[in-house]
């Protein structure tokens, strides 16, 4: 079967290290090196064990595996026959059993050579506990715990020595991730420092020699004689050898994927993703740390993770209900049904913001639950309509808009009417019960940064905590949020779209979070009745 592979997938593939670590953009094709990798783990070391590392159960089920599954089906390997997931194979299907058979088989997949692969989830702790590893598999390493992923996972990773201590990659790693936006995400990129170009390039010139020889050898008779199977073994040795002490780390951007993704995927992405985004998620360019900017207390300790696990695997590998599991709230476990949802949003003519919250006064705590933007031609009511979209399985249809000066008297051509009517309107017309508190004119920007770094500190009545999975874009405008005369930084905001300084490199989503922030901590709507208004 002839495949398509890209440079990212051809390099990771050729050089087949002991370690590789691949940071690539959004559809680079990281999931078909997943399945390639991990196919040839399955094959050449027959019932051995890989351990599938993932942030989260939810991100795991949802994006990494369905698309490694994905590309078995598409090679020939079919579900049920060749491999299973979830359930001990059937007996009828004559598989060997793993040198280290699990206990439970609800987080294994098993293989036809009787190998298997753990799926561990790291909100589940101590999933790595008491097993032995012949392989690691880390996908989405910018979400992976370092210090969980070094106690847990990576002393487990002490397999058979014995039935494949001759393989190159084995007690090896393979990590991917586009490129992480906080330190904390960043762990991974240290592997550069252990790459040796020099050693890649020997491997790279042995591995063409093999390949010469394979190819010339029926051709030429002197050739034939020459590249007789000893002398191929020879290579085979050499550069297993190479490969067994090797690290390869390589950085592509999502355009090494332009033949397959076109370039009016790219157009698409610059116009519907926030410059920081796409500068990390498709450009995979460095993000410049600040220390020093306007949310300057925030941390890793203010982000948390909420899955309803036992909805997630009632699911059962399905993936046609896995495909859809993020299109609505129903997997968020940190919904309090009881409490209406907080609402803060920016205006803009180009793109529109929306910050979603909840406040849980007894705990002194602010969760940023979700948030949504649209961009262009997409104005306020297609924003509204997606949260609505969203949040429809959610018991509780009720909201409070919390809104500025900003939003009255102003609509950027929406209609007739100014942003604080166009919202209510648009909630009321899908069910939503509103309560609008206005929360006066905007803050001086030395009050709110004053404000919201205390509430970071939990020096204020509520601190606030973010739903990491849910706010990438929002978490971004925040980390990259500065300091200019005492203002927050806002120039980009004005500059001229160009390649370099896109339009969407701006500090919108932060903007709407300081709304409902500021709302909720200093204009607080308690007690169990809510004044809620259809009569705006």
Not at 451 to 471: H, K, T, V, W
Request: glycine letters at 6%.
């Amino acid at each position: 079967m002839q495949l398509y592979l890209n440079a990212m997938q051809r390099d990771a593939l050729l050089f087949r290290c002991h370690t590789t670590v691949i940071c690539a953009g959004r559809g680079t094709g990281k999931g078909v090196l997943h399945a390639a990798m991990n196919l040839q783990n399955f094959q050449l070391m027959p019932r051995s064990t890989t351990a599938f590392v993932v942030p989260n159960a939810r991100r795991g089920l949802t994006n990494t595996l369905p698309s490694m599954f994905c590309h078995w089906e598409a090679w020939g390997y079919k579900r049920g026959v060749h491999w299973v997931v979830g359930q001990r194979p059937p007996r009828n299907l004559g598989w060997p059993d793993p040198l280290y058979k699990p206990e439970s088989y609800d987080n294994i997949i098993s293989f036809y050579t009787g190998a298997i692969g753990h799926i561990i989830s790291q909100d589940r702790k101590g999933t790595s506990n008491s097993k032995s590893f012949d392989f690691v598999d880390v996908d989405e390493a910018k979400y992976i715990d370092f210090e969980q992923l070094k106690s847990e996972t990576f002393p487990a990773n002490r397999g058979q020595v014995r039935e494949f201590g001759h393989l190159p990659y084995h007690h090896g790693m393979l990590i991917t991730s586009d490129m992480p936006v906080s330190k904390k995400g960043s762990w991974f990129l240290s592997y550069e420092k252990e790459c040796d170009p020099e050693l890649l390039e020997t491997i790279r010139a042995l591995v063409a020699e093999r390949w010469w020889s394979d190819d010339t050898a029926g051709e030429v008779k002197e050739r034939q004689q020459y590249y007789r199977a000893d002398k191929r073994d020879a290579y085979d040795r050499a550069l297993n050898a190479l490969r067994r002490e090797a690290v390869f780390y390589g950085v592509y951007p999502s355009l090494v994927n332009l033949e397959v993704l076109g370039e009016a995927w790219f157009r698409q992405m610059k116009r519907d993703l926030p410059a920081a985004e796409f500068n990390t998620s498709i450009l995979c360019r460095r993000v410049d740390y600040l220390t020093d900017g306007f949310y300057s207390s925030l941390g890793d300790q203010h982000l948390y993770s909420a899955t309803d696990y036992h909805r997630l695997d009632g699911m059962g590998y399905d993936l046609e209900k896995l495909e859809h599991a993020n299109d609505n709230c129903l997997l968020d476990s940190d919904l309090q049904a009881k409490l209406p949802l907080l609402l803060g949003f920016d205006y803009n003519s180009n793109i529109n913001c929306l910050v979603v919250a909840q406040a849980d006064e007894e705990e002194h705590r602010l969760n940023v639950v979700k948030s949504f933007f649209t961009k262009y031609d997409q104005k306020l009511p297609q924003l509204v309509d997606n949260f609505c979209q969203y949040y429809e399985p959610h018991p509780n249809h009720e909201a409070v808009f919390y809104f500025d000066s900003t939003a009255l008297g102003s609509n950027y051509a929406v209609n007739d009417q100014d942003f604080r009517w166009v919202i209510v309107h648009q909630l009321e017309l899908h069910g939503w019960r509103v309560r609008p508190v206005f929360i006066g004119r905007p803050l001086g920007h030395l009050e709110k940064q004053m404000l919201i770094n205390r509430g970071l500190e939990g020096r204020a009545r509520l601190q606030p905590f973010f739903n990491e999975q849910n706010n990438e874009s929002l978490l971004i405008s925040l980390r990259t949020a500065g300091v200019y005369n005492g203002h927050k930084d806002k120039r980009l905001e004005k500059v001229p779209e160009t390649l370099e300084s896109p339009l969407e490199t701006r500090t919108d989503f932060s903007d709407a979070y300081d709304t409902v922030y500021i709302g909720a901590e200093r204009f607080p709507q308690s007690g169990p009745a809510y004044a809620f208004t259809s009569d705006f």
